[in-house]
């Protein structure tokens, strides 16, 4: 069993930057791919970010490369998500997700992450 735990949202405005974080419980979160996902009112979850265990390989949505980047701490059990020159269609809450396989397992609550225009 993992629990993930998001932090760092809030409300920002558009051009600016947020890190999002992801705390991971156990002593297994190296087994595993994480990934962010988004969801934006009246929408269905998206995926945004994607990294392998050992961190070194990263992919994206095609409507975030170039500005979010994906890393993690496998000391510190912790996932990132760099967001800069965010968007207000960047608008949304943000979930990390710990995947086994190709299949995402485990969920986190959500972070509410809002761009004003």
């Known amino acids: 069993q993992v629990q993930l735990v998001e932090s760092g949202g809030g409300l920002v405005q558009a051009g600016g930057s947020l890190r999002l974080s992801c705390a991971a419980s156990g002593r297994t979160f190296s087994s595993y791919g994480m990934g962010w996902f988004r969801q934006a009112p009246g929408k269905e979850r998206e995926f945004v970010a994607g990294i392998s265990r050992s961190g070194g390989n990263g992919n994206y949505a095609d409507s975030v490369k170039g500005r979010f980047t994906i890393s993690r701490d496998n000391v510190k059990n912790t996932v990132y998500l760099q967001m800069n020159s965010l968007k207000p269609d960047d608008t949304a809450v943000y979930y990390c997700?710990?995947?086994?396989?190709?299949?995402?397992?485990?969920w986190g609550q959500g972070t509410q992450v809002t761009v004003s225009s």
């Open positions: 997700a710990a995947r086994s396989g190709i299949v995402y397992v485990y």
